[in-house]
């Protein structure tokens, strides 16, 4: 079987993820059926749910090694440069599907194999590597907003965490969209830069000036009581991660007295990354990109984003 490199879990390590990062050499991914093809990864990026998988959640020791990376960019067998949709059919998954990196092998390798259907063009005018911030991050904010938020009938947008890839994504979105954005950071060197994207930025925990219609979620116990705080009457307040922890206190009597909305979301469908990716051609969004690491150095990306010092998206370039 043909080899390539590859950056995956050979372990796990709750405690120090990047001691369970290998990058070396894997066979190359094996195609399940007729309908799966082998792209040529031209660029990734990396999401927390890499750390995640280091540290073992939503994996078995069975599984490994496990090529990590959900994002993808790269060239089809026809030679046509295409985005990797990363959610694929998994049977025996109670879900029905998996993300790529969670059953089948993930992105940050040469090769990476995905159904056709899973196979977007690559819009005219964006780069590989912004495209690649896309499938994962991005494409869960746009959810947020749209499907789940519903942000075409609100004003005003909270975005808590606001340093972080899906955070980025989503203030970035919402001042495209026009909406009044608020969002928080510990940091104030981030809080200047996301002031940048068009949020008003404020430390977490902080009184707003208004309440908000949508509340955009990814820390959780952390920030989820500012959360239910900053929400005005009838407010959605959607949630796709707890980096902070899953436990928060709620009180639910301003859930109720409030009418407030707490929806859960996960990534989004094909037609929503194909909208969001005209979406950013055509109003000329680009992904908030902290730094470009060349595959060769790709400890240094996990390093970075382990660090939560960044700042938008942590893309790996497969062609440097
Ligand atoms: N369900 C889905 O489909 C889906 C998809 C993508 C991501 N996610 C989840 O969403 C979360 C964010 O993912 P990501 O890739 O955007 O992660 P990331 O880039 O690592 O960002 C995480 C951000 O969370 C904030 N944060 C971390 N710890 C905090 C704390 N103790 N208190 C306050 N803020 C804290 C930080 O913001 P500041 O430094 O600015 O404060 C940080 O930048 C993860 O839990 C991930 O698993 C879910």
């Known amino acids: 079987m043909p080899i390539m490199r590859a950056a995956f879990a050979s372990r796990f390590d709750d405690a120090d993820p990047l001691a369970a990062l290998t990058v070396g050499d894997q066979p190359e991914p094996s195609l399940p059926d007729d309908d799966w093809v082998s792209l040529r990864v031209t660029a990734s990026s990396l999401n927390h749910h890499d750390l995640w998988s280091l540290r073992g959640v939503g994996l078995r020791a069975d599984q490994l090694p496990m090529i990590l990376g959900c994002d993808a960019v790269g060239i089809d067998p026809d030679g046509n440069e295409v985005v990797v949709y990363p959610v694929v059919p998994t049977p025996g998954d109670p879900r029905g599907m998996s993300i790529l990196s969670e059953h089948f092998p993930g992105t940050l390798a040469e090769r990476v194999a995905v159904p056709r259907w899973n196979l977007l063009p690559l819009p005219a005018g964006l780069a590989a590597t912004d495209a690649a911030c896309l499938p994962t991050a991005w494409l869960t904010a746009w959810r947020m907003l749209t499907t789940k938020g519903r942000v075409a009938e609100a004003e005003a947008v909270l975005v808590q965490g606001a340093g972080g890839g899906v955070a980025t994504a989503a203030v970035a979105l919402a001042a495209a969209m026009g909406k009044r954005v608020y969002a928080t950071s510990r ?30 979620e990814t820390v959780g116990a952390a920030t989820f009581d500012h959360s239910l705080k900053s929400a005005a009457a009838g407010a959605r307040i959607v949630v796709s991660g707890a980096t ?24 989004g469908t094909p037609a929503d990354l194909a909208d969001l ?44």
Do not use: W, Y
């Open 187 to 216: 940091d104030a060197a981030k809080r200047e830069r996301i002031a940048g994207l068009g949020a008003t930025a404020v430390e977490p925990g902080a009184r707003l000036p208004e309440r908000v219609d949508v509340v955009i």
């Open 244 to 267: 902070a922890g899953h436990e928060p206190k709620v009180n639910l009597r301003r859930v109720f007295a409030m009418q407030l909305e707490i929806l859960g979301t996960s990534m």
């Open 277 to 320: 990716l005209a979406f950013c051609a055509e109003r000329d969004v680009r992904p908030v990109v902290d730094s470009v690491v060349p595959f060769s150095r790709v400890e240094e990306a996990f390093a970075r984003l382990h660090s939560g010092d960044v700042f938008g998206k942590v893309v790996v370039d497969h062609t440097a």
